[in-house]
């Protein structure tokens, strides 16, 4: 019976309180993790995040003036957003990104945004509306992180202190064989 138990004790100290360890957890992603700073595709993804979205902004206008993609994709966001004295209005995150990547060189019509859908499930379910937003001439796509999302889930509070700025271009995946081709 104290056999049973220790190893209750152990499996459940092994499988639910060491993985929420910010080291241990970046260790045990660490093989999903690809990248490639020669990257090229169809188009490039900008995953979304408020704190380092315009660092991927640069990263993907990057991408576009090397000639490595000829589109930029993100998801629109019409919400509050900060005040512009140019233009005398509030404008949404939406308006703020495309400004800074037409001020970096990008045309407006070589940026798609696609509708933002909410969900319980964040990234995944980022994954699934991206997927069926995708044109059909997409097929090698390029995602767009950074290296400051993964380093602050490391070593939170870390990165005021030792910032990284370089963005990451991640795997230049397939989008019929890693996104699947239904829904």
């Not at 490039?44 to 589109?71: H, M, T, W």
């Not at 495309?98 to 060189?105: E, N, Y």
């Not at 509708?115 to 319980?120: A, I, L, Q, Y």
Request: proline share 6%; charged share 20%.
């Amino acid at each position: 019976m104290t056999r049973w138990v220790l190893i209750i004790a152990l499996s459940w100290t092994v499988f639910v309180l060491v993985p929420p360890i910010p080291a241990v957890r970046m260790f045990l992603g660490s093989p999903l993790v690809v990248e490639d700073r020669d990257a090229r595709g169809d188009a490039c993804y900008i995953l979304a995040a408020a704190d380092s979205f315009r660092e991927r902004l640069g990263a993907a206008a990057e991408l576009y003036n090397q000639g490595r993609v000829p589109k930029i994709i993100f998801i629109r966001d019409d919400g509050p957003g900060s005040y512009n004295f140019v233009a005398k209005a509030s404008w949404t995150p939406t308006e703020w990104a495309l400004d800074f990547l037409t001020h970096r060189g990008v045309p407006r019509d070589r940026i798609q945004l696609i509708d933002h859908v909410r969900g319980t499930f964040g990234t995944l379910q980022e994954a699934k509306n991206l997927k069926g937003s995708l044109p059909a001439d997409v097929k090698r796509l390029v995602l767009v992180s950074s290296a400051c999302l993964r380093f602050d889930a490391c070593f939170p509070g870390m990165s005021r202190s030792f910032p990284i700025r370089r963005a990451l271009i991640l795997q230049v995946m397939s989008t019929t064989t890693r996104l699947g081709s239904s829904t």
